[in-house]
């Protein structure tokens, strides 16, 4: 059964600060992978994925995530954190399209958290 | 505009009276799910859909029923509430089934059950 696992509940980084956001997964096959945000009272919102090729993949409002295969990681980053980015993140894994329904499989989510 | 709406945005039931959720994507995408999000327990997959009259069943599809009789709609039913049913729940879509483009959200429908 595929998993994901964000260790951290909250993150919290002072503006202007680089910001990570951690990620860990489990699946079967080579991972797809995404990066979603829920700001107040809305529905998540898609800010990256990783399906294949370069390893660096770069997302919406500067966010960018690496994937490590051999660690099975897929942590968020930003060079500099803006207050506006305090939301709640979650990150997502579906394996490669096997014949059935490919589920998307979500974590827990991390609260971040950016004061001035 | 592409979205995915759900109605209603709030709820409060009591225990036992039927209620839907309903949700509507208007991108003609194939697949739609419905997720219930409880602190600590991130999003769980209740029922999803493939296509037209195609459903089946998510992690936790216990008191919940869903349909699929047109494309864009896919409304949640709960026959009896219980309490235990309180939660935030989204309404997603994607183009296909497995699509890389991940899955459109709805804003949300915040159930309580007393």
């Known amino acids: 059964a595929q998993s994901v696992a964000q260790p951290e509940d909250q993150v919290n980084v002072a503006e202007g600060n680089p910001l990570t956001v951690k990620c860990t997964y489990s699946?079967?096959?080579?991972?797809?992978l995404f990066w979603y945000v829920q700001y107040p009272n809305r529905g998540l919102q898609f800010l990256l994925k990783y399906i294949t090729g370069d390893n660096l993949v770069k997302g919406s409002y500067g966010f960018e995530a690496e994937f490590n295969k051999s660690q099975t990681s897929f942590h968020l980053k930003k060079p500099s954190a803006l207050v506006s980015d305090s939301a709640l993140y979650f990150c997502a894994v579906r394996a490669p399209l096997t014949g059935t329904a490919s589920k998307l499989t979500f974590g827990t989510g991390t609260r971040l958290q950016v004061t001035l | 505009e592409a979205q995915v709406t759900q109605n209603p945005r709030y709820l409060i039931t009591v225990t036992g009276k039927k209620l839907t959720v309903t949700c509507s994507q208007n991108m003609n995408h194939e697949y739609m799910s419905w997720y219930r999000q409880d602190p600590g327990l991130g999003l769980r997959q209740i029922y999803y859909?493939?296509?037209?009259?195609?459903?089946d069943k998510g992690d936790v599809p216990e008191g919940y029923k869903v349909s699929r009789k047109e494309k864009r709609n896919f409304p949640l039913i709960l026959e009896s509430p219980s309490p235990n049913q309180t939660s935030l729940y989204f309404c997603?879509?994607?183009?296909?089934?497995?699509?890389?483009?991940?899955?459109?959200f709805g804003s949300g429908t915040r159930l309580t059950v007393v």
């Open positions: 859909s493939m296509n037209v009259e195609v459903t």
């Open positions: 699946v079967s096959g080579n991972p797809y």
């Open positions: 997603a879509s994607s183009l296909r089934r497995g699509s890389n483009y991940g899955y459109t």
